[in-house]
């Protein structure tokens, strides 16, 4: 029986809130997604949807190093074409927010950004992160898509035909939310990183996506 009560339960389970305060609970060993079911300021939603209005390409990346929490990350040169367009600063802003926060919450020193406009589906098939934790929030347009835990046979990833067909079963993250996915690489989370999505675009839409990842 002891045997038993020690091991870990075989399942993961995902929380949604409406603070921040709810990002925290991707550290529980159980969890392996956090959402932030936030509303964008009025300022920052209006700066994403101009951003999309451009109909131009964007496509940034790059690599922070942090030397401790109270750092400010320096984006300097990232998404420079677009300081010019009216609520800029105030996006920049939110940027290094949640950088900061997710630099805090886990103790990262190297993140990766990237940030992106899309009009198609960048991984139309559903499948796992090989990386220890990912933020992903959408700016303007179509939220990522994600799966509970047993919705789809985890050794199938990949193949179209087994994925799920009611769109009941697909779940569907808000623009504006701020999501924490756990990955295959985080330490205890083997073989139970969140099953995700790109969403495909309709005809003409486009989405403003924001993802971090933490390198070390």
């Known amino acids: 029986m002891l045997a038993l009560q020690d091991q870990p339960l075989l399942t993961r389970h995902q929380h949604q809130g409406v603070t921040p305060q709810t990002l925290t609970r991707i550290l529980e060993d159980q969890t392996n997604l956090a959402v932030w079911q936030r509303q964008l300021p009025v300022h920052i939603a209006d700066f994403a949807q101009l951003v999309l209005s451009l109909n131009e390409p964007l496509a940034e990346s790059l690599c922070l190093e942090l030397p401790d929490e109270d750092a400010e990350p320096d984006l300097a040169g990232l998404a420079a074409g677009l300081r010019d367009l009216q609520g800029f600063e ?19 020193r190297r993140i990766g950004v990237r940030l992106r406009v899309l009009d198609k589906a960048m991984c139309p098939r559903f ?45 569907q993250l808000n623009s504006g939310d701020v999501a924490l996915l756990k990955g295959e690489k985080w330490h205890g989370n083997e073989g139970f990183g969140l099953i995700h999505r790109s969403p495909q ?5 486009r989405r403003l996506l924001l993802t971090l990842d933490w390198l070390g």
């Open 90 to 108: 105030g996006f920049m802003s939110d940027l290094k927010w949640l950088i900061s926060a997710f630099a805090c919450l886990l103790g990262a």
């Open 201 to 205: 675009p309709a005809p003409g839409e």
């Open 127 to 171: 499948h796992v992160d090989h990386v220890p934790v990912r933020l992903i929030t959408t700016y303007a347009g179509i939220g990522s898509q994600w799966l509970e835990e047993g919705a789809m046979d985890r050794l199938q990833l990949g193949q179209a035909n087994a994925e799920p067909q009611d769109p009941a079963s697909i779940r």
